[in-house]
């Protein structure tokens, strides 16, 4: 019985702070309280390209706006609150690494300028599947160096081409 109520509170947590703010901190893809860093990840396929915990995107936008629904397929990807900005990881040049201000208040990292998105369909770390256009716009991984004909890494899932 405890697990329930337990259960039903967390869930309810969780229901509160999506619909306070937009899409909760809590997301799966999102680091820890502490922080959100961002590093590379290479494949055959890709090369090097940004993850935070998974994949992210950057959207070349369509003529209409990322909306609530897009954004439950497009999770931002958010520092937690009180975090003022994310951390470099593993071939990431700070210089590029920054945030931007969104209407709620919350600050979403970006990459050269570029707000940085989850893909919901992406589910395990390394995971390329939302290479791909759609009602919103374009959507791309942030690839930092092409494929070589010399990289030994295991091939991830993929989307479509490449992008950024």
């Not at 306070?20 to 590093?39: C, D, E, F, L, M």
């Not at 090369?47 to 936008?61: E, K, N």
């Not at 003529?63 to 958010?78: F, G, N, R, T, Y």
């Amino acid at each position: 019985m405890k697990w329930k109520v337990v259960a039903g509170l967390v869930g309810g947590l969780l229901g509160a702070s999506v619909l306070a703010g937009g899409i909760s901190s809590a997301h799966p893809r999102q680091n820890s309280a502490k922080g959100i860093t961002v590093s590379t990840a290479t494949s055959s396929k890709y090369g090097t390209f940004l993850v935070s915990g998974h994949t992210v995107y950057a959207l070349t936008p369509s003529s209409v706006a990322c909306d609530a629904k897009c954004l439950k397929i497009w999770p931002q990807l958010l520092l937690p609150i009180g975090v003022k900005k994310p951390t470099t990881g593993k071939g990431i040049n700070a210089v590029n690494l920054g945030t931007v201000k969104l209407k709620n208040g919350r600050l979403q990292v970006t990459y050269a300028g570029q707000p940085m998105y989850f893909f919901a369909n992406d589910k395990a770390a390394g995971q390329v599947k939302g290479n791909l256009t759609d009602t919103w716009g374009k959507w791309a991984i942030v690839v930092l160096a092409p494929p070589s004909s010399s990289t030994t890494t295991t091939t991830m899932a993929s989307g479509g081409g490449i992008g950024f």
